[in-house]
């Protein structure tokens, strides 16, 4: 007893199929498992007998009348299968046959099942009853399967049919009584109680017929003698030949016979054997000989020559022809295995007196290897989620129309393909994912599944099928860059474009599609949200408003990037911005401060010799960088080339020795320009006096009061314009208090600004080249004659005091002197 597997359905609560193996003689499955170092990943089911399912208590069949009209209900399959209603539209149900005819399709509303056509048994099945159409309801979501069948009953739609509509017999008037001649059989295409079931004569003194049964099933009719025939009296017989089959009511078909009544012939020929066997393979060439067949006439003369034919030779299935002479059976067309597996054949010995004589040839048909696998698919599903490990793609059906060996087949797929085949229920097939794919890695794979039997030679198919993988959002969005700088001249115009960040998204479609935003700023004081924004969807950056590199040189803040899918993902990277000076700041003089007043007077002693330090022009400049490089140079002078400046730290000192013919009062214009694109500059005036001694160092310049004057009366023009009425005469007092007093600080010093005394260095001061002060600067209070106001400026550096060297009168030159210069 062979092994075999039997594959039951068993319904449990939710229908879900389990395969039961036990063992049974008449089938058996073979599975080839592959070997680990082979190219192809191969699941191999041998098939040794057909397998057919078990149509037991829990498997559903239905049955149909042929030529029933397509659209016919056939039953409620949500019903019979214990689903609930609307499961089977859910589940993507289909109703799936071998091959690619679909007998039967599922209503779209209510999804019973109905005829998809009309169906001609006969055409189906041919003479095989039962006719059952095996077909399997396939779930895909989640994949499961339903056997079931589909048998479609016969009705009398065919009457018996005579190959001829007349039949001769020669017989000879010698012939005794209880002989039997063979006549020619109808032909029914029913089956069952509706094929041919007798054969009736018409009315007759001489023969009655008998209903034989072949030995495929079919009947065929025999005449009878029942009384001598006499050639004198009658020479020629009519019988009506009557084939009757079992419907109801029944059909029927004639042939006419025609009796001839011969002349004494004592030997009817005679074959070797009644029934001759032999065997053809199906693809046999034309004309190739099948089988010798032989017969012997006793009689001599004409009545001993016998020839042969066949006895139905219009019979439209006869692949055959016989040599009417040496009895030769050769082929005339092409035999097919799968089509018809056997032949019986009559052959009929005829001599020359009419006497004849019958013989009938069993032909089996050998299969050969020469059909290929077919593969059915039964259901595709592309696009797959990408992720999603043992995902069902395919589900197929293979066969072959061959026997035996040639039809064992082994189906294959590429080894280096994510991909494993899987045996299903009977002869089906499930592709299914080995593990989590990739979309990002490779998003369409072109799949081949070959089919190969094992006959010989080996024949295949191979079926090929594209499945494309569909994007889940699992990628982050990815900046090009982790930070980005950006660089922004100051002063820009607002809405600015100062840069772009860009982000991309391995994914695709919506996963792919990424927006920008920006991020709350880590430090809570940074107004980032009047500062810049940002396009999202392309990241442009744009300056909300003017930037000022005095008031803010950079700043970082951060961007995210989020994609539309779901769930969202996003990442961010850092942007710093850094604010480039433009030359939009003047330099700015420290020192001497110019505020509109008389400036002071720089004292230089007559002796001075080439070098000497006037003073020190200091200045500064907002911007940064080369914008703040500041150069100095003289722009005017009351004697050129007295004095100089030094251009990078602003010192102004004497380029020759002093003399006595050179002119005591000197007027100095410095211009401080920047280094900037375009170069911004400012001035500065400085009085330089010449003096023999510093007893008195300066005295104010009458010309200076009118000026001075002028401008006290613009301040208390607007101190009374600002002031209040009830605040007016407080503050009147105040400042008649202060005018008075310093009235009588100058009258105490003789009219000179007042300078703390002390201690000072003999040189007298050291200035670094920086263009700023390196030693401490102190204050003056300086009154201008008679004005009565007041004014807080910086002081040149101390000068020592020197003892006066001149005589009375040189000190009233000297105080002339001073009285005609303006000073601070």
């Known amino acids: 007893?062979?092994?075999?597997?039997?594959?039951?359905?068993?319904?449990?609560?939710?229908?879900?199929?389990?395969?039961?193996?036990?063992?049974?003689?008449?089938?058996?499955?073979?599975?080839?498992?592959?070997?680990?170092?082979?190219?192809?990943?191969?699941?191999?089911?041998?098939?040794?007998?057909?397998?057919?399912?078990?149509?037991?208590?829990?498997?559903?069949?239905?049955?149909?009348?042929?030529?029933?009209?397509?659209?016919?209900?056939?039953?409620?399959?949500?019903?019979?299968?214990?689903?609930?209603?609307?499961?089977?539209?859910?589940?993507?149900?289909?109703?799936?046959?071998?091959?690619?005819?679909?007998?039967?399709?599922?209503?779209?509303?209510?999804?019973?099942?109905?005829?998809?056509?009309?169906?001609?048994?006969?055409?189906?099945?041919?003479?095989?009853?039962?006719?059952?159409?095996?077909?399997?309801?396939?779930?895909?979501?989640?994949?499961?399967?339903?056997?079931?069948?589909?048998?479609?009953?016969?009705?009398?739609?065919?009457a018996p049919e005579f190959p001829s509509r007349e039949m001769i017999l020669k017989i000879s008037e010698v012939t005794t009584p209880g002989k039997i001649f063979p006549l020619k059989m109808a032909n029914d295409l029913d089956v069952g109680s509706n094929s041919l079931q007798s054969y009736t004569i018409s009315s007759n003194p001489h023969f009655h017929v008998l209903t034989r049964n072949r030995s495929d099933g079919r009947k065929f009719p025999e005449l009878v003698l029942d009384k001598a025939l006499d050639r004198e009296e009658q020479p020629q017989l009519r019988l009506t030949l009557t084939a009757l089959d079992g419907g109801s009511p029944p059909r029927s078909g004639t042939s006419e016979i025609q009796i001839q009544v011969l002349d004494i012939n004592d030997n009817a020929p005679e074959f070797v054997q009644e029934l001759y066997e032999a065997q053809v393979p199906e693809n046999s060439p034309l004309d190739s000989l099948v089988i010798t067949v032989s017969a012997r006439d006793l009689d001599a003369g004409s009545f001993g020559e016998v020839s042969y034919a066949l006895f139905q030779v219009d019979d439209v299935n006869q692949p055959f022809e016989i040599n009417t002479i040496t009895g030769e059976i050769r082929l005339r067309k092409a035999l097919d295995y799968e089509e018809f597996q056997s032949y019986h054949v009559d052959i009929e010995a005829t001599d020359g007196g009419g006497l004849t004589g019958k013989c009938s040839l069993v032909l089996k048909v050998l299969d050969v290897n020469d059909n290929a696998p077919e593969l059915t698919m039964s259901s595709l599903i592309s696009p797959i989620p990408e992720n999603l490990p043992e995902i069902i793609v395919a589900v197929f059906s293979v066969s072959d129309a061959d026997s035996g060996h040639n039809e064992q087949v082994i189906c294959s797929i590429d080894n280096n393909l994510p991909f494993i085949l899987r045996p299903s229920v009977e002869n089906f097939y499930t592709l299914e994912t080995e593990g989590a794919l990739d979309r990002e890695s490779k998003a369409e794979y072109n799949i081949t599944i070959t089919v190969t039997d094992l006959g010989t030679p080996r024949l295949k198919t191979q079926h090929s099928i594209t499945v494309l993988v569909s994007d889940v959002n699992d990628n982050t969005p990815a900046f090009t860059q982790t930070s980005y700088t950006l660089f922004v001249q100051e002063n820009n115009s607002p809405a600015l474009h100062i840069g772009s960040v860009s982000a991309t998204d391995r994914d695709s479609g919506t996963n792919a599609q990424v927006a920008y935003s920006l991020l709350p700023p880590q430090d809570p004081h940074l107004p980032l949200a009047s500062l810049v924004s940002i396009n999202a969807d392309n990241g442009h950056l744009f300056a909300l408003r003017s930037l000022d590199y005095e008031a803010l040189q950079a700043f970082e803040f951060r961007v995210g990037a989020t994609d539309r899918g779901f769930p969202a993902l996003s990442s961010e990277a850092l942007v710093r911005v850094v604010v480039v000076d433009d030359n939009d700041n003047s330099p700015f003089v420290l020192y001497p401060l110019q505020n509109g007043s008389a400036p002071c007077t720089e004292l230089v002693p007559r002796a001075a010799e080439a070098g000497y330090l006037v003073t020190k022009v200091v200045a500064v400049d907002g911007d940064s960088g080369q914008n703040a490089w500041l150069s100095f140079q003289l722009l005017k002078a009351t004697e050129p080339g007295l004095f100089s400046v030094w251009a990078h730290n602003g010192e102004v000192r004497t380029a020759r020795p002093l003399s006595e013919r050179d002119a005591a009062k000197h007027r100095l214009v410095v211009l401080v320009k920047d280094n900037g694109e375009p170069p911004l500059s400012a001035t500065v005036a400085l009085h330089v006096l010449l003096v023999d001694g510093f007893s008195q160092p300066y005295l104010p310049l009458p010309e200076a009061a009118p000026d001075q004057a002028q401008a006290d009366s613009l301040t208390v023009y607007?101190?009374?314009?600002?002031?209040?009425?009830?605040?007016?005469?407080?503050?009147?007092?105040?400042?008649?208090?202060?005018?008075?007093?310093?009235?009588?600080?100058?009258?105490?010093?003789?009219?000179?600004?007042?300078?703390?005394?002390?201690?000072?260095?003999?040189?007298?001061?050291?200035?670094?080249?920086?263009?700023?002060?390196?030693?401490?600067?102190?204050?003056?209070?300086c009154l201008t004659g008679g004005s009565g106001t007041s004014e807080f400026k910086f002081l040149k550096p101390i000068i020592p005091n020197f003892a006066p060297q001149g005589t009375g009168r040189e000190m009233e030159e000297n105080s002339t002197f001073r009285n005609s210069f303006p000073f601070s």
């Open 1 to 158: 007893m062979a092994k075999a597997f039997r594959r039951v359905v068993a319904r449990c609560g939710d229908w879900e199929l389990k395969r039961i193996f036990t063992m049974e003689s008449d089938r058996t499955i073979e599975m080839v498992h592959t070997k680990a170092q082979h190219k192809k990943r191969q699941v191999a089911i041998f098939i040794l007998l057909m397998l057919l399912w078990e149509v037991g208590s829990e498997s559903i069949q239905y049955s149909v009348l042929e030529e029933t009209e397509s659209g016919t209900f056939v039953a409620n399959l949500t019903k019979d299968l214990g689903l609930a209603v609307g499961e089977l539209a859910a589940r993507g149900a289909r109703v799936v046959f071998r091959g690619n005819r679909q007998h039967l399709q599922l209503d779209p509303q209510t999804h019973d099942l109905l005829l998809n056509e009309k169906l001609d048994r006969e055409e189906l099945c041919g003479s095989t009853e039962p006719c059952v159409l095996p077909f399997q309801v396939l779930l895909e979501n989640p994949l499961q399967f339903f056997q079931a069948a589909l048998r479609v009953r016969d009705i009398n739609d065919h």
């Open 718 to 781: 607007l101190v009374i314009a600002l002031a209040s009425v009830s605040s007016l005469f407080l503050f009147s007092v105040l400042l008649f208090l202060a005018v008075r007093l310093c009235r009588r600080n100058r009258a105490a010093s003789g009219g000179r600004c007042s300078v703390p005394e002390g201690h000072f260095p003999g040189h007298l001061v050291d200035v670094s080249g920086t263009g700023t002060l390196s030693q401490s600067y102190q204050y003056e209070v």
